[in-house]
Structure formats: C-alpha cells, structure tokens
C-alpha cells in the first residue's frame, strides 16, 4: 500500500509566493529573488511530505501563476501575440509566462493577457489555453524536467504531475473556426512523449497524468482521444508507472473506458462518490491498480477514519495491499496550508479547529491511514481522537440547534411564494414607488477606497473605537447619498462601505460561521481568498444591516436599496459542512436572510436586492444533476426574497448574463428585477431575455465596470436602444455591469453622470 499525494498548496504557508510575486511585478524585487522563492516553497513542501512519510510526492504541482498556463508553455502553445516578447532578447521565459497571464505593457507594445475561467466547480481560475486551426506544439519549456531534477537533488525521487493531453485540449478555446480543439490530439501527444521520453532519463518512475475530464460527459470523440493517448504511452514506455487521475465527479458511464485504458493506476474521487468504489472493484481489470481518493482535498473538515478505513479494508479484501494506494481526492491545493498557524483560540475555537484539518494534516492523514490498515498498533491512539473529534461534532451543541432544524422542516409552500404573481405585483410596485421609465440604479458598492480600507484596518486593530470607525463609515455613506442625489439616479444604494467581502460580511454576523487567520487558498495568480467555515446550522442573531440601509434612507427622499447577498452564493463561497446536504445548508442561510429582507422592510427599506453571482457557478459538472440543482438553489432565492409585501420590489444580481441553459430557473426565481453584466457584450446577451420573453424587469448592465474607462452617453444610449428592441421599454432599467468597489471616485462620477443622461434620452420617447 503506497500513500500518495495529488498536489500542495504552492503558495507558501504565509502567502509567500502571492509576497513574492506581486514584488516582482511592481518591480520592487529581482527575478533571481522569485525564482528563489519558488525554490524554497517547494523544497519545503516536498520535505514535509517525505518527513510525514508520503511514498509518492509530486513534483511541478508548483506553479508561479497556473498550471494550466505552465503545460501550455510546456508544449509551446503560444499565442501569436506575444511572440514579440519572446522575440526581445532581455525577456526571460518567466517575463513571457507572466505577460500571457497578465498582459504586457512595455516598450511600445500592447499586449492582452489570456482569458481565465474556473477549474471545474472549484473557485480557482486557469488560464484558459487559446488553439487555432493549424496549432502546432513543440517543447518549449522543461519546467516538469527541472523540478523533478530539483527534487532528485535534494535527494526526494518524485512523481511530476502532469495535466493530461485529453483534459488540456478540451480545457482550452478554439479561437478561430473550422476545427474542433481534440482534433488537435496527435499533434499534442508527440510533444508529451518527447517530455516523458527525457524523463524515462532522468529514471523517473511514476508519472501522474491529471483528467479530471474522464468524470465528465463526453463525446465519442473525447472517449476515443483518451484510448488513443494512454495506448501510446503504454506502447512508448511500457515499464512507466502511469497514474491516471480523475477528480470532482465519479466515472459514472465513463467506468468501462476509464478501466479498458492501459494504465498502470487509476485515481477515483471517493469523497465525491464513495458509492463508485464497488462497481469499481467488481470491473477492475487484474494488472490495474486503484488510488483511493478519501481524503477530501476540497474542504477543510477533518476525515473520518472509520469511514476511510471502511473503504480500504474493502479494496483491500478484493485487490490486496500491494494494488491499493491511499490519496487525497484531489490536489490539496483547493485547502489551505497548514491548521497549527490557527493560535488564536478566539479566532477559531479549540473545539472547532479539533474538527478540521488542512493541507498539512490532511498529509498526516494519509499516512496514519495507512498505518491503520495496515494494523499498525502505534496508530491506534491517532484512531481513537479521531473518533472523538467525529462523535464530538455529531452531538455538538456549537453545530447543532433544534429550532433551526424544526425551522427548516416547517418551510411551507407559501414561504416559497410572493403572496400575488409578478403581473399584479408589479402594480402595485408602480403605485408605491412612482419610479420614471428607465429607472436608474448601481448594483450596490461604491468605491472602496485606500482610505476606507485603512479605517476597517484600524478598527480591527483597535486603533478605531466602534464610535469613530462608524462616524467615518457614515460620513462616507452620507456623501455618497448626496452624490447619486445630485447626479439624479433614482434608486440609491447606500455605497457598502461597512463591508470588506460580501461573503465575510455576512458570515460574521451569523450564528454557524467560524473564521480562520490564515485559511488561504489560491483563486488565480497570487490572489487568494480565505472562505469562511460554516460548521453548523445557520441563523441570524440579529439584523445585519437595518442599520446602515435606514441610516442611508434618512438622508433622502429617494428610494435607499437595501442590499444583501444571497443564500446560494454564501454557500458557494465558503467551506460547507459536509455533516448535512448543501440543500440543508442553503435552505437554513435562505431563512437567515429572509429575517434581514422583512427587517429591512419593516425598517422603512421597500426596494431590496439579494445579490446571487454564484448560482450558475454552482452548476454540477454533469448536466444530469443540474436540475436537482437548480430547483433547490432557486427555492433557497425564493425562500430568502418572499416574506414581504407585493408593494416591496425585489432585485437581484447576477455578474454574467449567459443564461440560456438556466433561463426557466432563472424566471422562477420571480425576482421583480434582475441586473446582469452586458456591457462587454454589446448586449448580445440579452437575447436569452428576449426569446424567453421573460416576463420580470431586467437592467442589463450599460457600462464595463470592470475597466477605469468613462464610457459615454452616446454609449450607453446605443447599448440601451439594442436592449429595448428586444425588450419592452417598461421591463428596463439603467445600471452598470456590477459594483464598483473596484473603482477609483473620478471615473465612477463621470460615468455615473453620462448613464443618468443617457436614460434621460431614453425617457424622451417613451
Ligand atoms: N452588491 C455587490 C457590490 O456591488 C455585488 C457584487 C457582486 O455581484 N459580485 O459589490
Ligand atoms: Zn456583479
């Protein structure tokens, strides 16, 4: 039995390489000291594992951005576009690497970065690999040859991971027409036997390729690119140890051809699905051996031995010992690094933190897991916390409240339900609200500026009392109020400045939510965000923001918008307990949340919208599993907006606007107004919207939020006249694409002022 480890977290247990690099990018700090920070990281990370006692370690799990980006360096797919970078003599291949993730702005040259999308269902991005119809490949980088020379040199043999030529292609884009990116397959394959080729070299013995794919639907096309490719190694290098790895999902249909490829080791997500491990064991072929995903590389809870041990023994009992190898369920980079940083027993609970276990630990679990199958008597104490840690947190007062349970049960169809449908609603919404045609509005925040951000440090650091951290967030909200006044929007917002994430927010205020210190996980490039940990069920102690939205209406005689996030995407952006459905979970945030809506309602606020940016990115990867999905992400949204009165206008908010597989859902969610991004667009994606004829009112973004451009008023009165001739004027509203936290005051202003002048032209042939 052989413990096996799929990836680490790179970025350093103190954000060392986030440090690192973004020093480099400001210039502050030499390539040499990068690439030293590199080194370290990584030569730390394999000494852990081999001081823990892993058999196979992986090597080029590093990466200075993305390891999607790495491979296509790898393999030399490089846009045409920076082949001028590669061209000027005084850039590095370090300098070209970080311009295809970042763009590139330096002697005369302008150059855009690669497009960058979501790993599977994870909340990391990769740079998203560009094909075009005569791609060709060649080895262009030795990145996974020199780490795992690298690790030879400190005396650590390890197994470097590759992303397989299946996945690779079909996680990239054709960027023209005229072919379709598997064909590409037999140009890809020559350059990974090239690569293993040099490895075979150096005597490396095990090579883990990574398809996540193989667990995904797929076309005859794809089906026949995996048989084709792992035949060929096989045939190329016979005596390879080759580990497939598949992750996120289970085989599903896929099992047969996944076990029929001439591997030597397949890899099966058994957190996902533990259901996959018999029918796997009854098909299996004699020659192939199984890696145990059991280990759950995506969350933070603590595994549960017995459980773990139950499988093993069972693949044990049908493969033997010696075919069996003992993994996290996938890379450990979607954790964060290490439990033993969390000291301060304030932040995170002593009893809390004995539930979870990160990178670190879930390292250490690997190996005494082992041990423990292997009866190895000096593991048995580590078995017996365990399972006092699991019993403690099935009985746990800290998770578990009765009447949050006995709530949830009590959910009736009518809690589901706006007490009329949107028609009459709407009537009643036009009577109180007496809003003009192409109301304005803005999706809620407005600049957070270094200033606001340094008070909320302060106030953290008690540098701020309570009184004067909040004197200067009203004074700020004030202002605010009197500029959207002045600039004659119609819907105001009362700006967000109280808040730092709008997950966090949120999760602080509500019962069931833990915090860590140094939680961090890789989202792209050096950016990381540190989700909250919800153990245990969820409510609301207390309103959470009454406060600032009634605060905001006292200023003006316009229409305040209160402003929170929704069910769906607190869930999506934080750690869930894996004790109880996501379903669960959701449904007790939504009732949470419904609590703050009818507050805010009671509280003077009539319009309030509930941001849901996360619901299509909680999709499954499987269609098949969408619409259970789907109907209960969209009853949580409906639980949380329908305990007020028809005269009080719901919104929500999506940042995207791609709806056409989700419209239905979308529309049941019976928002009475919902904004999306279009601006980028052209309002192209609108027309989900429009064939659906959807029926609510809908502001399809007018201005890119995401650039400091200042667009202008003939611009947005173009956009809005594409949007109207596909929706009828009534139903439209006027916004930018998101908020604008991200902003700097000056352009936000002049663009605010244009987009108010632009519904103005509208208005004026109503
Ligand atoms: N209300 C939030 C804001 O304006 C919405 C952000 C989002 O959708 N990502 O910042
Ligand atoms: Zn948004």
Partial sequence: MLTNNLGYPRIGSNRELKKACEQFWAGKSTLQNLVQVGRDIRQQNWELQKGQGIDLIPSNDFSFYDQVLDLSLTVGAIPKRYHQVILNPANSELDLYFAMARGYQKDDLDITAMEMTKWFDTNYHYIVPEFTRDQQFKLFSTKILDEYNESKRLGIKTKPVIIGPVTYLLLGKEKESGFERIDLIKNLLPVYLELL????????????????????????????????????????????KTLLTTYFEALKDNT????????????????????????????????????????????????????????IALAKEKLGANRLLISPSCSLIHSPCDLDLETNDAVLTPEIKQWLSFAKQKVEELVTLKKLAENDPEALPKLELNIQAQENRK??????????????????KKDEHRSQPYALRSVAQKAALKLPFFPTTTIGSFPQTPEVRSWRAKYKKGLLSQQEYDALIAEETKETILFQEKTGIDVLVHGEFERNDMVEYFGEQLAGF??????????YGSRCVKPPIIYGDVYRPEPMTVKWSAYAQSLTEKWVKGMLTGPVTILQWSFVRNDQPRSETCTQIALAIRDEVVDLERAGIKIIQIDEPAIREGLPLRKADWQDYLQWAVRAFRISASGVENETQIHTHMCYSEFNDIIQNIADMDADVITIECSRSQMELLDAFADFKYPNEIGPGVYDIHSPRVPSKEEMVFLLEKARAVIPAAQLWVNPDCGLKTRHWEETKKALIEMVAAAKVLREYV
Avoid: C
Wanted: glycine content about 4%; hydrophobic content about 45%.
């Fill in 197 to 240: 080729k040099k490895l075979e070299e150096q005597h490396v013995e095990w090579v883990q390729f990574d398809e996540p794919f193989l667990s995904l639907d797929l076309t005859e096309k794809d089906k026949a690119a995996f048989k084709y490719v792992y035949t060929e190694i096989k045939r190329a290098f016979p005596k390879l």
């Fill in 256 to 311: 047969e051809l996944a076990l029929s490829l001439p591997v030597h080791a397949l890899h099966i997500d058994l957190v996902r699905n533990p259901e996959q491990l018999e029918s796997m064991l009854t098909a299996i072929p004699t020659s192939l051996k199984l890696s145990l995903g059991v280990v759950d590389g995506r969350n933070i809870w603590k595994n549960d031995f017995r459980a773990s041990l139950k499988l």
């Fill in 395 to 412: 009985t746990s007062a800290l998770i578990h409240n009765p009447a949050v349970k006995q709530r949830v049960a009590g959910i009736t």
């Fill in 514 to 523: 833990a915090f860590s210190k140094n939680g961090w996980v890789q989202s």
